[in-house]
């Protein structure tokens, strides 16, 4: 991903994405989070960049995603029911963030987590550079994640949450209690402190005014992630034809849907639609769309089905055709309308039937309607002619050249004027994939057989990126999401007996022979330090974050902020992997220094850090004071 925007460097034909850009068997996760709200110098990467990006709000979170927001800087994010909010000087990486788990990572800093819709069948932890911490309730969670030399602490406000140390103990919080992990890394102590847990910070308190998580409207399911801002933004009201809708109540003069924002090419899913508005998550990835007596208004997803989160719920036009109707081929022009009430999404980034009649059984749509469109796909045949409600929106169209498209450019300033019967008369792709500007949405290809990708382990090699100028009919496909860590599992061996806190041995799952812990070691991701932007202040000073056993090897990459210290590492080095050097540690500038003249280095000018050499350089300035 390149700053600001993900992009990529060539249009996909529509089939050959079908067939070639398949997800692992099982479908891409149905559950994903959202980056709600920044305020200050925020950055981000997903698990294929090397470098820390400038955050946009809307964007989509899954596994191998992060986030670091600065000193003095804060962010929010949301998933299906739950707020977690970071202060100043964290850095957040989802491990595992999809159907079956929540699994962070807190290298640093510290995180208000608010539980409204917890479900206690599907794992919610944090792991922490002195262990992990499990969410058995839904409730109202602090946690400060402390270092290998500080302690990691736990609040709970509301709920019930588990402490796990590194050698196997256990701690079991109540409602009101404050626990932490302390002491020697080798041998860590768990222990309650005869304290309340604070109170969120104050600067939280016009957020809370904003958006509402609790309770979710009676219109929704907490499953759907962003739900929150609907209410704030917007307001429901009875329809006669398509029921309770909803409808944004401030928007831009000649507004609708999928037009103010931008197309993202985010993995696993391909292209996805950012919108610029602050509601603008939920009605884009979940529901429909329709214009109904003068207005648009937003369809929900039934609330009895669950939801499956889809990058854009959009029908797209373009290929030779258009450009024809257009009488200027070189601008290559694609266009998408968003999909109306029971219209059937048929995704381009998998072959999964199950996922496939799972994303659009919440739009009420036939079981035959969803099985002749499935097998349209199979056969490889072009779209059917508009019947009923089919293309409800087509007139609705908004058309842009390609190149727009690809490198991720605001579209609302970019829209192309097209007559409605031009656009009436563009041929319609087949699946939810932005056809090649040479392709022929017409004519019938030959049959193409849907494939799998195959399930990818983390040591295997990376799959490479096809050419896209050698290959120009193939999909710039992103590598499939590699198996995550697995979770922490322990068997308690002694059950506390009443509500509070009680430490007890525990005998982790997969423990190595000889007793040594499991646990993945706490490695933020590999690349450059985030950007200080320029109107922001420089960072302070922060504990680095360290690996949760002492024994464990040394990240061999940059933290996003990885501040001096006063202490020396001693920590083994770790043998690096065959990928660009990162930069050196961003050092923590003087007071009265300029944040622009700290900006990290390009990735180009980095070499790799020596922690002995580190070592002799921190003692020779210790003898000089």
Do not use: C
Not at 117 to 135: E, F, H, M, Q
Not at 499 to 510: D, H, L, M, Y
């Amino acid at each position: 991903m390149s700053y600001p925007f993900r992009a990529s460097v060539a249009l996909v034909a529509v089939l050959a994405a079908y067939a070639s850009v398949a997800h692992a068997e099982g479908g891409p996760p149905g559950t994903v989070g959202r980056l709600a709200f920044t305020e200050g110098g925020v950055s981000f990467h997903d698990q294929d960049d090397v470098d820390w990006t400038k955050a946009i709000v809307n964007t989509p979170l899954t596994s191998g995603d992060g986030i670091w927001t600065e000193p003095g800087a804060r962010s929010e994010l949301s998933l299906a029911g739950t707020r977690v909010r970071l202060d100043g000087g964290t850095q957040l990486d989802m491990l595992a963030l999809d159907d079956s788990q929540t699994r962070l990572q807190l290298g640093q800093g510290r995180l208000d987590i608010r539980a409204y819709a917890l479900d206690s069948r599907t794992p919610y932890r944090i792991v922490t550079p002195r262990g992990t911490i499990t969410l058995r309730q839904q409730g109202d969670y602090y946690v400060e994640a402390g270092s290998t030399e500080d302690a990691t602490r736990l609040g709970v406000r509301s709920g019930s949450a588990e402490m796990l140390s590194p050698n196997g103990e256990t701690m079991i919080l109540q409602a009101g209690e404050v626990g932490e992990v302390y002491g020697d890394v080798r041998a860590p102590q768990l222990r309650t402190l005869n304290t309340a847990p604070p109170a969120p910070s104050t600067y939280w308190a016009v957020r809370d005014r904003q958006v509402t998580y609790n309770p979710p409207t009676q219109y929704l399911s907490a499953d759907i992630t962003g739900y929150e801002d609907m209410n704030t933004y917007g307001s429901w009201s009875k329809d006669s034809q398509y029921g309770e809708v909803w409808t944004p109540r401030s928007v831009p003069a000649n507004w609708q849907p999928y037009r103010t924002g931008h197309w993202s090419n985010v993995r696993p899913w391909g292209w996805t639609w950012i919108d610029d508005q602050p509601w603008g998550y939920a009605p884009y990835h979940y529901g429909r769309w329709a214009y109904h007596n003068n207005r648009w208004v937003w369809v929900p997803p039934q609330r009895d089905a669950k939801p499956v989160y889809a990058p854009a719920l959009v029908a797209f036009i373009g290929g030779i055709e258009l450009a024809a109707t257009l009488g200027n081929t070189s601008i290559a022009p694609v266009g998408w309308f968003p999909l109306g009430p029971r219209e059937t999404y048929v995704p381009s980034y998998t072959a999964d039937r199950d996922y496939y009649n799972r994303l659009n059984r919440s739009a009420q749509i036939q079981q035959t309607v969803l099985d002749d469109r499935w097998q349209r796909a199979q056969r490889g045949e072009s779209a059917p002619a508009a019947s009923g409600n089919v293309l409800l929106n087509q007139r609705f169209a908004t058309v842009v050249a390609s190149e727009v498209f690809v490198h991720s450019q605001p579209v609302a300033r970019a829209a192309l004027q097209v007559p409605p019967e031009k656009i009436a008369a563009a041929p319609v792709a087949l699946v939810a994939a932005p056809p090649a500007p040479t392709a022929s949405l017409v004519l019938t290809p030959a049959p193409v057989a849907p494939s799998r990708t195959p399930q990818t382990d983390a040591r295997s090699p990376t799959p490479k990126t096809p050419d896209p100028q050698a290959h120009p009919s193939l999909p710039v496909a992103r590598t499939p999401v590699a198996a995550m860590p697995t979770l922490d599992k322990a068997v308690v061996t002694d059950k506390p007996a009443a509500p509070g806190p009680k430490i007890t041995a525990v005998t982790p799952a997969g423990t190595a022979a000889g007793g040594q812990s499991t646990l993945p070691v706490l490695a933020p991701r590999a690349g450059a330090a985030p950007p200080v932007l320029r109107d922001e202040k420089a960072p302070a000073t922060l504990a680095k974050p360290g690996p949760l056993d002492a024994n464990a090897p040394k990240p061999a990459h940059a933290t996003p902020h990885d501040a001096p210290s006063s202490k020396p590492d001693v920590r083994p080095e770790q043998k690096t992997e065959a990928r660009p050097a990162p930069p050196p540690a961003a050092t923590a500038p003087a007071a009265q220094a300029t944040p622009s003249t700290h900006r990290a280095p390009a990735v180009s000018e980095a070499k790799p850090v020596d922690p002995n050499k580190k070592l002799e350089d921190d003692k020779a300035v210790d003898e000089k004071k």
